[in-house]
């Protein structure tokens, strides 16, 4: 990342995340529900830097799972009340997804999955995941907030 206050303001701030451990101003570490951390930033390569160009090989998105569609609702409210653009919701059958981006350009997918026995099924058993527009209203109720 570039700008480690920046990362801060929106993996913290907007997504939640708890700070752990910071190092001063080239490394942090955050964490949901107490572990030691989930993510770790820093600036070691990268301070001031620019995102990769397109065509060019690098990270095409991390995920982050949220353990109830209430959370995933509440994040969305955070990121809406941040102006922070959504570029794609998608109900996949198995999960609910939103898709962003963060400060530094990179792909960020924010998701829950339904429970097991709500999956969608073939005939025979298997997966039958699909894509379809996700409705954000419905997402936001079920929120927290």
Do not use: C
Not at 45 to 68: D, F, M, N, V
Not at 119 to 139: C, E
């Amino acid at each position: 990342m570039a700008d480690l206050e920046r990362a801060l303001g929106f993996y913290r701030d907007v997504l939640g995340f708890e700070l752990t451990q910071r190092f001063g101003s080239s490394t942090a570490f955050l964490s949901a529900g107490g572990y030691h951390h989930h993510i770790g930033l820093n600036t070691w390569e990268s301070a001031g830097g620019r995102p990769p160009a397109g065509g060019t090989t690098g990270l095409y998105h991390l995920a982050i799972s949220y353990p109830t569609r209430a959370e995933l609702g509440d994040a969305l409210r955070r990121l809406r009340e941040a102006g922070i653009p959504l570029e794609g919701a998608s109900d996949h059958g198995v999960s609910e997804a939103l898709y962003l981006r963060d400060p530094d350009d990179n792909g960020v997918e924010l998701y829950w999955d339904r429970p097991q026995d709500e999956w969608p099924r073939t005939p025979d058993g298997g997966l039958a995941m699909f894509t379809r527009p996700l409705g954000l209203d419905s997402l936001l109720l079920a929120g927290k907030g």
